[in-house]
């Protein structure tokens, strides 16, 4: 490995350490969990969805407090981030922010949660790996799981990209979490590099 790479690394794993020292242990061990229940391959899946959906839980976004505010956020958002067929009109956008709300309160409905409280993203993202609503209504093995419960936001990821097939093509399985070219470029390289780290680290955990 060349030495650009080594430190490139090097400096990743330093930064997350320090920003997140209190809890990496406890993201540590449930990737490995949730690894290990799932079939996943390797860990490097889930860290890397992590890091990009919500840079390891320092951003799961926040709440206006009132559904209007909610879906305006969500239209205005499209705005200034456009993604693709969500965006064709003003008309079909605030449709698809309001089916994520529908869904959205599905979700908070049956976990007992305020749907005027819990934090999500302009576009509706859930919790550490950023599911949408409708996504996460659409598995039945998610019905009674919370996405804004680390390890259940893991276990959702992994069995999406499971079943969007991440063992035979990733590109492709990353597509269908994120259909940005840029976003799935990105999540092959910080994978990589997640992987480097696996092979070069050893985690200690404190048993006591």
Same mark, same amino acid.
Not at 16 to 42: H, M, Q
Not at 157 to 176: F, R, V
């Given at each position: 490995?060349?030495?650009?790479? %080594?430190? &490139? $690394?090097?400096?990743?794993?330093? @930064?997350? #350490?320090?920003?997140?020292? /209190?809890?990496?242990?406890?993201?540590?061990?449930? %990737?490995? &969990? $949730?690894?290990?229940?799932?079939? @996943?391959? #390797?860990?490097?899946?889930? /860290?890397?969805?992590?890091?990009?959906?919500?840079?390891?839980? &320092?951003?799961?976004?926040?709440?206006?407090?009132?559904?209007?505010?909610?879906?305006?956020?969500?239209?205005?958002?499209?705005?200034?981030?456009?993604?693709?067929?969500?965006?064709?009109?003003?008309?079909?956008?605030?449709?698809?922010?309001?089916?994520?709300?529908?869904?959205?309160?599905?979700?908070?409905?049956?976990?007992?949660?305020?749907?005027?409280?819990?934090?999500?993203?302009?576009?509706?993202?859930?919790?550490?790996?950023?599911?949408?609503?409708?996504?996460?209504?659409?598995?039945?093995?998610?019905?009674?799981?919370?996405?804004?419960?680390?390890?259940?936001?893991?276990?959702?990821?992994?069995?999406?990209?499971?079943?969007?097939?991440?063992?035979?093509?990733?590109?492709?399985?990353?597509?269908?979490?994120?259909?940005?070219?840029?976003?799935?470029?990105?999540?092959?390289?910080?994978?990589?590099?997640?992987e480097q780290i696996l092979q070069d680290t050893i985690f200690v955990y404190?048993?006591?």
């Open positions: 490995m060349n030495k650009r790479k %080594v430190s &490139k $690394i090097l400096f990743l794993f330093v @930064l997350i #350490t320090i920003t997140f020292a /209190l809890e990496w242990y406890v993201i540590i061990d449930w %990737v490995d &969990k $949730i690894t290990k229940e799932t079939g @996943l391959k #390797t860990p490097s899946y889930l /860290l890397t969805i992590l890091e990009k959906e919500s840079k390891f839980a &320092k951003d799961i976004g926040s709440n206006l407090g009132n559904k209007d505010d909610n879906i305006q956020r969500c239209v205005d958002f499209c705005k200034e981030v456009p993604i693709g067929y969500q965006c064709y009109s003003k008309e079909m956008r605030k449709n698809w922010c309001l089916s994520q709300y529908s869904a959205l309160e599905k979700i908070t409905s049956r976990l007992g949660l305020d749907i005027n409280k819990v934090p999500f993203s302009p576009d509706f993202g859930m919790g550490y790996t950023q599911f949408q609503p409708t996504t996460w209504e659409m598995y039945p093995e998610l019905k009674n799981k919370n996405p804004w419960k680390l390890e259940d936001s893991l276990y959702a990821t992994a069995i999406k990209l499971l079943k969007d097939g991440i063992h035979t093509n990733e590109e492709k399985a990353i597509w269908y979490y994120n259909q940005n070219p840029e976003y799935i470029q990105d999540f092959v390289s910080k994978r990589q590099d997640w404190d048993c006591s």
